[in-house]
């Protein structure tokens, strides 16, 4: 048995004990904080995420410059998996493929050779295909690595080290962009323009305590790869970079293309940032076989290396700003961006920033690399001159040396007595080749000593005076806008900041065009639209078992009402129908409807019109036509209990009839006019319940149809006239059996 106190006895109890909720609770903040900390969230001062900085500094290891050979995006992802980041390759590749996709960063890290994707939202080809390699953009965020600018640490197994951040002399975090979602927060920073970022960043360091709305006039908006417009107003986007979050709208670049004779098409040259276009064209199609935009006619895809869809309209009048603003509503012509600027504050606090403050993040790193690579230069200047002194000092005393040398048992011991010289200058003594003796060596030390010593004094001076490091960084800064900013290719703004205009409400019936239907509705529930007016008694086909249940005429204008069981009344768009060749298709795909209650009545909606909607129970009231109309597929609730009838509101009474064939005429005016609830007694029972009620003018008297098909009449309604919720009188001789009066 060991004493060893580390080492654990098996024969001891292991065991410990704590409560469920705090063992839970421990382990989930654990996970939660290596996920914002480790995984979703980007640092503020290089803008990555700890799988992306390792990807770019495994392949500077590689030495995968911007002017060198490309390697295989296996042997990068590889190298990545094995000695950075413990996790799955195909993550990996994806992450380093979306860094190479000029659609989806603003500045690429990755220069890709292979299929990397598309803008279609095709995957890329697999890793043994593709080669990549560094970008310029990504050794900028490198720059100074090697020179003590930043922290290492142990990478996942101990054997190799790390960049806990990249020196980032490039702003990465607000050019590039980035989106994640940690445990109970996510970030969305949308890209930038370089320039532009430069430019804010020169500002600050000119006025600390610079103004938002300063900055946001240097930075008037994202800049995204894809381009296309930001329709947001000023007060908005300002409001956003104020407070680290907001949405703005972002539409699709388009103009109209004239094709002579009075013909004209819609050419869309930009799409939304993070849009399919492969998706955004199969919706557009939709739209037109759906006919949700009447005035759209035709869609192509004519796409090569640039984005090209043209939209052909309906007709030559149709107004190309009122079918572009229906497009924007239904479709990804235009989107929202959500803007969180979530990010993690030194690399260790998550915070939502302003835009000034990923600006201070950024340059206050910028300034602690300069420092730090100041003071590695400095000590590597010290080392420098102190070797030099020692040639110097050997060769004002050149004879003495190499007498020393060469007759001496322990030269170095007698260099060092005899001269005062350092251990490491004498070993840079020892070790200097003979051709450094010449005479013009010695003059090229000294010219190296004079320079050494001036530069030794710049940096101390520098790194003495706060004010030289912002010079420093702004001359660094300017140079970075010089290589990327709008001088080089690609570095113009792409996203245009427009007007947000007046937002014009259009009214998407107004565009189906007119056309007569004839609703079909079988027993089982499938509906169809059969196209014109056609005998509501026609022969028709239907499924094995099924058979009519109703038939309307209708116009592709029109809203469907269904009034359900439940006493729910459901909105359907006509034009939303399937057409008349098949056998339809289900009514409660489209509606939610239960399947314990049974479809009641089947209308077209008209405005301004009244109904009379009543229970089995004998309960009612009239509800207007727009207390009806339902804006979901769940319907509107209007009537409390189990629905019976609903009918059209006209002349002055009402006439109900039970079950027990007793049948009543009271005033109209005697029901409430409700938006929605059970009603009052319609006719009072002592057994079962209403059986059917009609609205009729008195003075017309009552009619009703007989099975055979003839009309019979009671013009005289006296004996049955009597106040609501009153028993009534057997209703008269010819009467349906059916106690129905149609």
Known sequence: MSDDPNIPDPSRDQTTSEPLSRAIGERYLTYALSTIMHRALPDARDGLKPVHRRILYAMRELRLSPTGAFRKSAKITGDVMGNYHPHGDAAIYDAMARLAQPFAMRYPLVDGQGNFGNIDGDNPAASRYTEARLTAASEALMEGLSENSVDFRPNYDGTLEEPIVLPAAFPNLLCNGASGIAVGMATNVPPHNLHEVIDACLHLIKSPDARDDTLINIMPGPDFPTGGVLVESREIIAEAYRTGRGSLRLRARWAVEDLGRGLWQIVVTEIPYQVQKSKLIERLAELIQLKKVPILADVRDESAEDVRIVLEPRARTVDPEQLMGALFRVSDLEIRFGLNMNVLIDGRVPKVCSLKEVLRAFLDHRREVLVRRANFRLDKIAARLEVLEGYMIAFLNLDRVIEIIR????????????????????????????????????MELRAEHENLTKEREGLAAMVADEGAQWDKISEELRETRKKFGKSAPGGQRRTEIGAAGEVTEIDMDSMIEREPITVILSKMGWI????????????????????????????????????????????????????????????????????????????????????????????????????????????????????????????????????????????????????????????????????????????????????????RSEPDLAQWLGKRATAGVMAPRGFPRDNKFN
């Not at 001269?419 to 051709?435: C, D, G, H, P």
């Open 528 to 711: 169809r639209a059969m196209k014109g007016h056609q005998p509501l008694d026609a022969e028709i086909k239907f499924k094995d078992g099924d058979g009519p249940f109703m038939a309307l005429h209708a116009e592709t204008t029109d809203k469907l009402m269904v009034y359900g069981a439940n006493g729910r009344f459901y909105t359907l768009p006509a034009n939303n129908l399937p057409g008349g060749r098949g056998m339809g298709e289900p009514l409660r795909l489209m509606i939610d409807l239960p399947n314990d209650a049974a479809v009641i009545d089947l209308f077209p909606w008209r405005d301004g019109t009244r109904y009379l909607v009543a229970s089995k129970a004998g309960d009612g009231f009239i509800v207007n036509a727009a207390d009806i109309l339902a804006q979901t597929r769940a319907g509107k609730q209007v009537l409390n209990g189990e629905a019976l009838l609903c009918r059209p509101v006209s002349g002055d009474h009402v006439v109900t009839v039970g079950e027990n064939r007793k049948m009543l005429v009271f005033a109209l005016d005697e029901l409430p006019e409700m938006g929605r609830g059970k009603g009052v007694r319609l006719q009072k029972y002592k057994d079962g319940g209403l059986s059917d009620a009609i609205c009729i003018t008195l003075a017309e008297g009552l009619r009703w149809q007989e099975s055979g098909g003839r009309t």
């Open 407 to 442: 007759y001496e048992d322990d030269p170095k011991a007698v260099l060092a007595a005899e001269f005062k010289l350092s251990e490491t200058q004498v070993e840079a003594i020892l070790n200097m080749r003979l051709r450094a003796l010449r005479r013009l060596e010695e």
